[in-house]
């Protein structure tokens, strides 16, 4: 079999056509009232010449939650993460093609991803694909914090009218950064507070000082005419 780029095989395509993705420059794309679901498919070789190793990773953009962040110099993004986290295993999915795969593997490869497309990544982003199911899925645990952006959820809630509890939000994260555990448990150190601030683990005190920042541009900003009701 020649090398085949998966995203631009016409079988493949149809398959993402049925889901209603179209085909971008950047992957593929499907316009809802709320959002844009995307859908990126990416390879490694893992230094094999002849070998590819797929995965997808699955993003849900809503086009007035990123104005609004930009509008005060923000940038901000909504649920995303690699699909094999959407599937009952939890865990990283990626499918090998090798130039020397039949056509019948091939065939059973992508019917494989069909399946966890229809079953689980189609289903998650429809469900989350309005700005209130974003914050209740936030709200309720069912999407993981892991994969969305706070700043996101904030900005959600001030377009639902709920300012307060924007700001309220905010404040739980701003809590949960500054007792965020840095070592570990168990672990003891000895350190100054430029070693902490400067040297040690200076990406959550950058994310601390972005939701100060952020949450301060709320509460001085007048946001009106931007809800979704």
């Avoid at 149809?14 to 794309?29: A, D, P, Q, S």
């Avoid at 490694?44 to 962040?69: H, N, W």
């Avoid at 601030?197 to 200076?202: A, D, G, Q, R, S």
């Avoid at 990406?203 to 005419?225: A, Y």
């Amino acid at each position: 079999m020649a090398r085949i780029n998966l995203e631009s095989e016409p079988r493949f395509k149809e398959i993402m056509k049925l889901f209603g993705f179209k085909k971008t420059k950047y992957g593929f794309v499907r316009h809802d009232r709320e959002s844009i679901m995307k859908l990126s498919f990416g390879y490694g070789t893992y230094g094999q010449k002849f070998v590819r190793y797929y995965d997808c990773m699955y993003s849900i953009v809503y086009p007035k939650i990123e104005a609004l962040a930009d509008s005060i110099g923000e940038y901000v993004c909504g649920p995303h993460g690699q699909i094999g986290y959407l599937t009952p295993e939890n865990r990283f999915r990626e499918w090998r093609l090798a130039d020397s795969d039949s056509d019948e593997y091939y065939l059973h490869m992508i019917n494989d991803i069909k399946e966890i497309m229809g079953q689980y990544v189609i289903p998650y982003m429809e469900k989350y694909s309005t700005i209130e199911a974003f914050v209740k899925g936030v709200e309720s645990g069912n999407i993981s914090p892991n994969f969305f952006d706070n700043k996101a959820v904030a900005i959600a809630y001030v377009l639902l009218g709920r300012k307060d509890d924007a700001l309220h939000y905010l404040d739980q994260c701003i809590e949960e950064q500054k007792n965020m555990d840095i070592y570990g448990k168990g672990v003891e150190v000895v350190e100054t507070k430029e070693y902490r601030e400067e040297i040690y683990y200076p990406q959550e005190n950058r994310n601390l000082k972005g939701l100060l920042l952020f949450s301060q541009k709320l509460k001085d900003r007048e946001i009106s005419g931007t809800s979704v009701k």
